[in-house]
Structure formats: C-alpha cells, structure tokens
T-cell receptor, first 112, second 113 residues
Framework: AQSVTQLDSHVSVSEGTPVLLRCNYS??????LFWYVQHPNKGLQLLLK??????LVKGINGFEAEFKKSETSFHLTKPSAHMSDAAEYFC??????????FGAGTRLTVKP | DTGVSQDPRHKITKRGQNVTFRCDPI?????LYWYRQTLGQGPEFLTY????????KSRLLSDRFSAERPKGSFSTLEIQRTEQGDSAMYLC???????????FGQGTRLTVV
C-alpha cells in the first residue's frame, strides 16, 4: 500500500533563506508524486508534480523537488523564502488517479 | 473558468441533523473527488466519481454518508444524523481522465455542536 511521510510538522525560516520540506514515500509501483500548498481560507493549489519524467521537477513560485528513488524521497526546496510562502504544504503519492494519499502536512513559517 | 466551487463555505449544525454540501467541478472535468480534512491532518479520500458513476468509496464513508453526481456535473455530499466527529473540512476536487492533477475547491467547513 502506498503512503507518504512528511518528516517535519513545522518548519521556520527567515525571509531570503533556503526552504527544505522533507517527504518520504512508500509505493509498490512507480507512483506519481505531488506537492500541494494550502494558504489559509484558500483551496489546495498544485505546486509541482512528478510523473516519471525528469527527476528534478520545477514548479510555481520558484519551488522545485527532486525525485530520488533510491532514497524514496521527494523533498521540496526553494532557494530564497518569501513572506508569501508561509502556508501548509502537503506531499502526495498516487499510484492511480483516484487514489491520492496526502501526508500530514508541514506548516512553513517565514520570519521577517 | 472559475475553478472548483463549493457551497456552503461554512456550516454549523446541531448533532443529529442532516447536512448537504454541493460541489461544482471545472466544467470539462469528468472526475470528481470528495476528501475530508481534520485539524492538523492531510486530506483523506472519501469517494470518487467518473461522470455520474460512483467508482470507489472509502471505509471512512459510513452508512450515514451518501454522495451523488446525478448528471455527471455537480455533486452533493449528504451526512445524515451528524455526529461531533463529523466536524471537519470537506474538500471537493476534479480532474481530467488523462491528467492526474486534481484541482481543489476551497472546501466546506462543518462544525457539529
């Protein structure tokens, strides 16, 4: 069965410093992997997705993630945090379109 | 295209009452999903439609829950005899059949008192 673990429930960074949100997954197949962001009072928005093409995936707002099969990881990074990046981030694994498994989420705080 | 729309945004109800939520997906999307999100957790899959057919239901969806998508367009999620444990955010999403990306609505926050 597929599952996803977000290793940090809360990450705090200063504005302008790098962001690293960690995600490990478990899957019997070659899954699709996603990162979604949820701002307060807004719907979940797709940041980026991996579907067995390039292992380094670039997303919106300067985020990117690297698929590492040997480590079963799909960590999300951004070189320089902005105040507007403060939100909840969800890593998602999917073996088929109707079965998306969300992690518990990582709350990102950005300090001025 | 206004995205996925959910109504109402907030619902407060007394325990034992029935509630119904509506979801309008993106118009050309034939897949529609319902998820439930409790505080501090990620969304959990409840059920999924392809057009009007309900293809899968999670074990989370007890007999008190029912979902419909009568004409393959909008969908409703009904909870009968609500319990305090039903308090959560109910999220709707839609997608194309080929592109696995799901687009989410803003959700309906249910509070059962």
């Amino acid at each position: 069965a597929q599952s996803v673990t977000q290793l940090d429930s809360h990450v705090s960074v200063s504005e302008g410093t790098p962001v690293l949100l960690r995600c490990n997954y478990s899957s019997s197949y070659s899954p699709s992997l996603f990162w979604y962001v949820q701002h307060p009072n807004k719907g979940l928005q797709l940041l980026l997705k991996y579907t067995s093409a390039a292992t380094l995936v670039k997303g919106i707002n300067g985020f990117e993630a690297e698929f590492k099969k040997s480590e079963t990881s799909f960590h999300l990074t951004k070189p320089s945090a902005h105040m507007s990046d403060a939100a909840e981030y969800f890593c998602v694994v999917s073996e088929r379109p109707d079965d998306m498994r969300f992690g518990a989420g990582t709350r990102l705080t950005v300090k001025p | 295209d206004t995205g996925v729309s959910q109504d109402p945004r907030h619902k407060i109800t007394k325990r034992g009452q029935n509630v119904t939520f509506r979801c309008d997906p993106i118009s050309e999307h034939n897949r529609l999903y319902w998820y439930r999100q409790t505080l501090g957790q990620g969304p959990e899959f409840l059920t999924y439609f392809q057009n009007e057919a309900q293809l899968e239901k999670s074990r989370l969806l007890s007999d008190r829950f029912s979902a419909e998508r009568p004409k393959g367009s909008f969908s409703t999620l009904e909870i009968q005899r609500t319990e305090q444990g039903d308090s959560a955010m109910y999220l709707c999403a839609s997608s194309y059949p080929i592109n696995t990306e799901a687009f989410f609505g803003q959700g309906t926050r249910l509070t059962v008192v």
